[in-house]
């Protein structure tokens, strides 16, 4: 692609617009970060990442109401990033075994150290 002005930086930015993603891949980033975009349900997928629970100990683990969780765990489950099982009566949940889950644990992993440095060192 050409660019009308040429700043003496063209060749730079005409290389940059050949290696840049699709807008319907910018858009499924952008589907991500509002799956992500309220600290329950990230504090929610952190936890899972970490442990398998029922509904009765995460709602208690995130103080919410079991509802208010579920609406949660309806969203994260819905993506992908998390799975359930069933044991009687009971519903497990825990992150998803894929790589898409475990990449977005480790970036909210990285982000919440660099927004925190205080409670890791």
Not at 24 to 39: N, V
Not at 95 to 106: I, Q, R
């Amino acid at each position: 692609m050409k660019l009308p002005h040429d700043h003496g930086n063209c060749e730079c930015s005409e290389n940059l617009i050949e290696k840049m993603p699709s807008l319907e891949g910018f858009s499924i980033a952008s589907d991500i970060f509002k799956l992500l975009g309220d600290a329950n349900r990230v504090k929610l997928f952190w936890l899972l990442c970490h442990t398998e629970e029922c509904v009765t100990d995460l709602a208690a683990m995130m103080d919410m109401s079991s509802p208010a969780l579920s609406h949660h765990l309806r969203f994260l489950k819905a993506s992908g990033l998390i799975v359930s099982r069933r044991e009687g009566k009971e519903v497990f949940y825990r992150s998803a075994d894929t790589e898409f889950s475990d990449m977005l644990h480790h970036i909210i992993e990285d982000v919440v150290e660099i927004a925190c440095p205080d409670k890791f060192s």
